[in-house]
């Protein structure tokens, strides 16, 4: 059972530019969280996302966008790069409030 | 609003015991996690407590008191691999929010 998967694993993109990152929960999972998390600092929550709704948001401008598809799997997209956005990009999975299983994440880098 | 501290780092002795503290205060509570986090990866799932009260699992325990807004991760018998970031995280309705994380260095 292959567990929470992302893509890709590393990006480099200019300050002004959009950006797509991909994940794909872990089997029977419902639930996908996004989280960005900054160099030395813990995730932050940007957003969930169950039967394809926005379920809920955390304090992100709304240059953060999302999608989830029909079979769970999710992306996360972000407009107009700001240096600032460079970080470690966490999806999570769930069926149930007591598991929460991170993706190996996405390392954004604005330059 | 959701504060969640925790120490910025520990230190300890291959061998030896450390308690990681969290202390919270949140608008909403489900359960309390606790995960660990090496340089540069995921993190990966240590514990879960929703009721108060000490939960063992192998070298590592996790104590919580809700009434406190107290929670504690016991590392036991460390070694060198237990060198990473451990995050205490809240959870209320599958979001969390996490604490800026403590990094613990185990030294031979």
């Known amino acids: ?111 | 609003g959701q504060n969640i501290d925790q120490p910025t780092e520990m230190t300890a002795t291959e061998g030896a015991i450390v308690q990681i503290n969290c202390t919270y205060q949140t608008s909403g509570f489900n359960g309390l996690f606790w995960y660990q986090q090496h340089a540069g990866e995921a993190p990966t799932f240590l514990s879960y407590n929703v009721l108060d009260g000490l939960e063992e699992k192998g070298r590592f325990s996790s104590f919580l008191s809700r009434s406190k807004g107290y929670s504690y991760l016991l590392l036991k018998e460390l070694q060198m691999k237990d060198s990473a970031s451990y995050l205490c995280a809240v959870s209320n309705d599958y979001k969390l929010s996490f604490g800026a994380g403590t990094t613990v260095t185990v030294r031979a």
């Open chain 1, 1 to 111: 059972d292959a567990g929470v998967t992302q893509s890709p694993t590393h990006l480099i993109k200019t300050r002004g530019q959009q950006v797509t990152l991909r994940c794909s929960p872990k089997s029977g999972h419902d639930t996908v969280s996004w989280y960005q998390q900054a160099l030395g600092q813990g995730p932050q929550f940007i957003f969930q996302y169950y039967e394809e709704e926005e379920r809920q948001r955390g304090n992100f401008p709304d240059r953060f966008s999302g999608h989830q598809f029909p079979n769970y799997s999710s992306e996360l997209n972000v407009n107009a790069l700001l240096l600032g956005d460079s970080a470690l990009y966490l999806c999570a999975s769930s069926d149930r409030p007591n598991e929460q299983y991170f993706g190996p994440g996405t390392r954004l880098t604005v330059t």
